[in-house]
């Protein structure tokens, strides 16, 4: 059995949930698959959990970092041979909206992409608004600098009263790539201004290899923006300057949502991907957890 830490300061405050059902349907920018997905009220401790309702016996797999399976390009969850694919995108607004409980039922092995953002996924949650139950749950402050690193990667934890990400993107072969940053306090109001319509993004270059693997066949300039040299290719152009920095803390956001714990901290993240947030949100969870 998991027990927090006693060692860290915690406070505690009401669980939450959706008022009622909601739906959304489309395809996914990796398969290409059409798909189903309902956010269904959950009854307090259920956590956040993905039920694949296209299966036999709709099998459920828990949005825990011990579930977490594959990090190339997007973060799969499962449980052996039952796969959910790019589960960061729905992720992140549930965060970000303060859920702690939700089935999140999917017909298909990957959400629907919608316009390549979280924009889909906040309108649905404010359609049917958020709830407080009756238990409390633990909100949990970092009490120490945790770091992960990997050459020019770096992701940093610090103590803090409040939950804050700061993102550095750099890569300076790049005009558009070469240097963005962002900083945010996450709140619902934060992330559905600044981080929920910040789209998916790729350089020309990269296209090729990722039809290759068999991903992207469901992208296009509807669901993404492409970066070829000096241009950019999208509907509508950028929606921000930097809004593939954005973009990269909207995925940081559903990755360490994963943690399955409610935190606070400063993450410090320079060129941060899935595999690097993965990484720090296992940390975090190790950090957080007592084995007992």
Request: glycine letters at 8%.
């Amino acid at each position: 059995m998991n027990k927090v830490n006693p060692n860290l300061s915690i406070q505690f405050r009401k669980q939450r949930t959706i008022g009622k059902k909601v739906f959304f349907s489309g395809i996914g920018i990796h398969t290409c698959r059409e798909v189903y997905l309902q956010f269904c009220p959950a009854e307090e401790g259920t956590g956040i959990v993905f039920k694949r309702v296209d299966l036999p016996d709709q099998p459920v797999i828990p949005a825990l970092v011990q579930y977490v399976q594959d990090t190339a390009r997007s973060t799969t969850i499962g449980i052996k041979n039952v796969h959910i694919h790019t589960v960061e995108h729905v992720l992140s607004a549930v965060k970000s909206f303060g859920i702690d409980n939700l089935c999140i039922e999917i017909s298909n092995i990957e959400p629907p992409v919608g316009n390549g953002s979280a924009d889909v996924f906040v309108q649905m949650i404010e359609e049917v608004g958020v709830i407080e139950q009756k238990e409390e749950i633990p909100v949990v402050k970092i009490g120490e600098p945790l770091y992960w690193s990997e050459g020019d990667i770096h992701l940093v934890a610090l103590p803090s009263d409040e939950y804050r990400i700061s993102y550095t993107l750099s890569y300076p072969e790049n005009p558009f790539l070469r240097g963005q940053f962002f900083s945010l306090v996450l709140n619902p109001e934060t992330f559905k201004k600044e981080i929920a319509p910040c789209r998916t993004f790729s350089l020309y270059e990269e296209i090729s290899m990722l039809i290759d693997r068999g991903l992207i066949k469901g992208g296009s300039l509807d669901n993404a923006v492409v970066i070829k040299k000096d241009a950019i290719l999208s509907k509508g152009g950028l929606f921000f300057p930097d809004e593939m920095a954005r973009h990269k803390i909207l995925d940081l956001i559903g990755d360490l949502s994963l943690v399955g714990f409610d935190f606070t901290a400063h993450i410090i993240a320079i060129r941060s991907g899935h595999f690097s947030n993965n990484a720090l949100a296992k940390m975090l969870f190790n950090y957080i957890v007592k084995e007992n």
